[in-house]
C-alpha cells in the first residue's frame, strides 16, 4: 500500500541520492585539490632547498676566492661552514618528497658539488705554498669557472623541471576547481526538479488519502463514544479503589511511625556504645605508650649491662698482667734465694728478704685467682642478665603488638557502631520521608476521587465530541469528493 509517508520518503531519498552523488563527486575533487595543494607546497620547498644549495654553492667559491687573494683565515672558516652547509642540504634534498623521484640527477649532482670542494681544497692548498700570481694563472682557475657553470647550468635544468611541474599542478587545480562548480550547479537543478515533481506526486497522494481518512475519523468517533461509556463505569470502580488504599495508607503511617520511634531508641544504643568503644581505644594508646616506655628502659639496662661486660673484660686484661708480673716476681724472688744460700752468713738477710718478697708475689697471684674469678661470675651474670632481658624485650613487643591489635578492635568496634548509628538516622530519616509521602499519597488519593468524579463529566464531554467528530468526517469527505466529481 503506497502511503503518504512512504512517498514523502521515495522523494526525500531521490533528493538524497543526487545530493550524495554531488557530494561524492565534490569530496573526489577535493581529494584532487587536497593533492594538487600539497603537490604544489612540495614543489615550492624543492624550489627553497635548491635555491639555498646552489646559494651556499656560491658562498664556497666566494670565500675560496677571497682566500686566494688575502689569505685570510677567516675566509677558510666560511669556506668549511658552507661545505658544511652544502652537505646537509644534499642530505634534506634526497629526502625532499619533490626530488625523491630524481635520484639519478641529484646524485650527478651531489658528484659535481663534491668535484667542486674537492678543487676547492686544492686550490686553498696551492695558495699556501705559491704566489697569487701563481695561483691566478692555474689551468685550475678555468676548470673552477666551468665546473660552477656547468652546476649552475644543472641547478637550472632542476629549477625549470620543476617550475614546469608546479605549473601542471596548477593547472589541475583549475580544471578540478572547474568540475566541482560544474557538478554543484548541474546538482542543484536535478534536486530543484526532483523536488517539484515530488512535491506534485505527494499533492495527488493527500487527496486520495484524505478522503480515505476521513472515513476512518467516521468510524474512529463510532468507537470514542462507545470508549467513553466504558470510560465511565471504570472511573466509578477506580474511585472505590481509591478510597479503600486511603485506608490501607493510615494503616502504614502508623507502622512507619512506630519505626522511627525505634529508630530514635536504636541511636542512642549506639551513642553510647561509640563513647564506651572509643574511652577504651584511649586506655589500650595509654597502655601501649607504657609499654613502649617499658621497652626503651629494657633497652637501657641492656646497654648498661653491656657496657659493663666491656669493663669486666678490661679488668680480666689488667688482672693477666698482674698475674703475669707477679710470677716474674716470684721467679726473681726464687733465684734471689738461691743466691742467698750461695753466698753463705754474708747473704743471710738477702735471702730473708726474697723469701719475704716471694710470699707476697705468690698471695698476690692467689689474690689475682680469686679475682678473675669473681671477674667470671660477673661476666656470667652479666650475659645471663643480657639473655633474659632480650626475651623480656620480646615479650614486651609481643605485648605492644596485642595492644595495637585491640586498639585496632576497639577503632573498628568505633566505626561499626558509628555506621550503625549513621544507619538509624538514615532508617529515621527514611521513615519520616514514607510518613510524608503516605500523607501525600493520601491527598493524591483524595485528588483521585475528585478526579474520578471529573472524569465522568468528561466522558460525558467526549460523547458530545465523538458526536462533533462524525459530522467534520461527513464534511471532510464532502469537501475531498468535490473536486473528484
Known amino acids: 500500500m503506497t502511503t503518504f509517508g512512504r512517498s514523502l520518503g521515495l522523494g526525500f531519498l531521490l533528493a538524497a541520492a543526487v545530493l550524495c552523488g554531488v557530494g561524492a563527486v565534490a569530496l573526489r575533487s577535493a581529494f584532487l585539490m587536497e593533492s594538487a595543494a600539497d603537490g604544489v607546497t612540495r614543489s615550492h620547498q624543492g624550489l627553497r632547498i635548491l635555491a639555498e644549495l646552489l646559494n651556499d654553492v656560491a658562498e664556497a667559491e666566494a670565500a675560496q676566492r677571497g682566500y686566494m687573494l688575502t689569505k685570510d683565515p677567516a675566509y677558510l672558516t666560511a669556506l668549511e661552514k658552507s661545505t658544511a652547509e652544502v652537505n646537509a642540504e644534499l642530505d634534506e634534498i634526497r629526502v625532499t618528497p619533490a626530488w625523491r623521484a630524481r635520484v639519478a640527477e641529484l646524485n650527478d649532482t651531489g658528484e659535481d658539488i663534491a668535484a667542486l670542494l674537492a678543487l676547492f681544497r686544492e686550490r686553498v692548498a696551492d695558495r699556501q705554498t705559491m704566489t697569487l700570481e701563481e695561483v691566478t694563472r692555474s689551468p685550475k682557475v678555468n676548470l673552477v669557472r666551468q665546473r660552477m657553470e656547468r652546476l649552475r647550468a644543472r641547478f637550472a635544468a632542476l629549477e625549470r623541471d620543476e617550475v614546469a611541474q608546479l605549473e601542471k599542478r596548477s593547472v589541475e587545480m583549475g580544471s578540478t576547481t572547474r568540475l566541482v562548480k560544474g557538478v554543484g550547479l548541474a546538482g542543484a537543478l536535478l534536486g530543484l526538479l526532483i523536488v517539484a515533481a515530488t512535491g506534485l506526486a505527494l499533492q495527488r497522494l493527500l487527496a486520495r488519502m484524505v478522503g480515505a481518512s476521513a472515513v476512518d475519523v467516521a468510524d474512529r468517533a463510532r468507537e470514542l463514544e462507545a470508549s467513553s461509556i466504558r470510560q465511565a463505569g471504570a472511573t466509578q470502580q477506580t474511585s472505590s479503589a481509591a478510597l479503600e488504599l486511603t485506608a490501607t495508607m493510615h494503616e502504614v503511617q502508623a507502622a512507619a511511625n512506630q519505626i522511627a520511634q525505634r529508630s530514635s531508641e536504636v541511636e542512642e544504643i549506639a551513642s553510647a556504645s561509640t563513647g564506651a568503644a572509643q574511652s577504651g581505644s584511649q586506655a589500650m594508646a595509654r597502655a601501649r605508650e ?88 660477673i661476666r656470667n651474670v652479666s650475659n645471663a642478665t643480657i639473655m633474659s632481658t632480650e626475651a623480656g624485650v620480646k615479650a614486651v613487643a609481643a605485648n605492644a603488638a596485642l595492644f595495637s591489635q585491640a586498639e585496632a578492635m576497639f577503632a573498628l568496634i568505633s566505626e561499626r557502631v558509628a555506621a550503625s548509628d549513621i544507619a538509624s538516622k538514615e532508617i529515621r530519616m527514611a521513615t519520616h520521608q514514607q510518613s510524608s509521602a503516605g500523607r501525600q499519597l493520601e491527598i493524591a488519593l483524595n485528588d483521585v476521587g475528585r478526579a474520578s468524579a471529573d472524569a465522568e463529566q468528561v466522558a460525558q464531554r467526549n460523547l458530545e465530541v465523538a458526536a462533533a467528530l462524525s459530522k467534520t468526517a461527513q464534511r471532510l469527505s464532502a469537501f475531498v469528493a468535490a473536486p473528484t466529481g
Do not use: C, H, P
Open 290 to 377: 607504657a609499654t613502649v616506655g617499658l621497652s626503651r628502659q629494657i633497652d637501657l639496662v641492656v646497654t648498661q649491662m653491656t657496657t659493663l661486660g666491656k669493663e669486666v673484660q678490661g679488668a680480666s686484661t689488667v688482672l693477666g698482667a698482674i698475674e703475669e708480673l707477679a710470677e716474674r716476681t716470684n721467679i726473681l724472688a726464687i733465684n734471689a734465694t738461691i743466691e742467698a744460700y750461695g753466698a753463705g752468713e754474708a747473704g743471710e738477710r738477702f735471702r730473708v728478704v726474697a723469701d719475704e718478697i716471694r710470699r707476697l708475689a705468690e698471695k698476690v697471684r692467689a689474690d689475682a685467682v680469686d679475682i678473675r674469678r669473681q671477674l667470671d661470675s
